[in-house]
């Protein structure tokens, strides 16, 4: 199998280095996103993405090995690798730019046949509907491309769940995989979600992804876990520190202990190391 891995500071770079070097286009090849990378926190925790690109191609099957496969450019005439070279720069990012999936997310242009003129007496608010349900389906295409370019297969539905709460549901047979260890690659999908829609929107909503019913297991889990440690804190009279957690989770730990007494609750820390700590009054 013809396989090369790269690795980069984002996926998308990793990828484009990769079709650079070895001067193939996406067609011909299979991504498999080893690594999704880590931007850490002030240099702490850091990781580069890393992919493998296996070539799929029928036609380049022929060739031995990578280094043969890279060799072949070599062999055409001036003219074919001229063009060849040419088509693939115009999409290649150069391998130390940084590309964010989050700050530069761009929302796709709307085909030609849906821009209208607009009827003098459509209202406003029809308008800003309009735009939000783009919004809305706009994001959900953009979670479904980032879990497809990490190697599996997804489809997704949305739920307006009130004026101001849109919920992303998943549907895949690796769920587990999506997940991730205590739900945090499932976490880091709806940060990128939730950064995207608010650069299409100016109005304020919170994104949430959910698959499997992830959420609402997640929450009992947190519920058992708040008051068994509540109860640690209080007899062993010393302050129960957690693992670091997504400040929404952190919310509902607060909300689940603040009615039960003799305790408080506080958090400490930076994002996205901050952690709760219960401690007895």
């Known amino acids: 199998m013809l396989e090369q891995r ?6 998308e770079t990793a990828v484009q280095m990769g079709l ?15 690594n999704p990378g880590k931007k850490g926190f002030l240099g702490f925790g850091k990781a580069l993405a890393e992919v493998n690109l ?22 055409v005439n001036d003219v074919e690798f001229t063009e060849h070279t040419v088509s693939n720069e115009t999409n290649d990012v150069k391998a130390d730019e940084k590309v964010n999936l989050v700050t530069e997310a761009v929302a796709p242009e709307a085909p030609i046949e849906n821009i209208i003129e607009t009827p003098v007496e459509e209202t406003i608010v029809t308008e800003n509907k309009n735009t939000e349900n783009t919004s809305i389906e706009a994001t959900k295409n953009y979670v479904e ?7 599996y297969e997804v489809e997704s539905t949305v739920e307006k769940k009130s004026s101001n709460e849109i919920l992303i549901n998943l549907n895949s047979k690796d769920a587990s995989r999506i997940i991730g260890k205590r739900g945090q690659i ?46 640690k804190a209080i007899n062993t009279n010393k302050p129960v520190k957690f ?4 400040s929404y989770e952190r919310k509902i730990m607060h909300q689940i202990l603040a009615n039960i007494e003799n305790i408080e609750t506080y958090s400490e820390g930076r994002e996205p190391h901050r952690y709760l700590v219960i401690k007895a009054r």
């Open 186 to 231: 499932l976490n880091s999908l709806q940060v990128l979600a939730q950064n995207y829609f608010n650069q299409l929107e100016k109005g304020y909503s919170i994104v949430t992804l959910d698959i499997e019913n992830y959420r609402e297991k997640r929450r009992e889990t947190l519920q058992t876990l708040a008051l068994n440690m509540s109860k």
């Open 20 to 34: 650079k070097d070895l001067n193939l286009s996406e067609s011909e090849v299979k991504i498999e996103v080893l």
């Open 243 to 246: 693992e670091p957690m997504p």
């Open 54 to 75: 296996v070539v799929i191609d029928p036609k380049l099957k022929k060739y031995e090995s990578i280094a043969s496969l890279k060799a072949r450019t070599s062999k």
């Open 145 to 151: 491309m980032i879990i497809k370019a990490m190697g």
């Open 6 to 11: 790269y690795q980069a500071e984002t996926v």
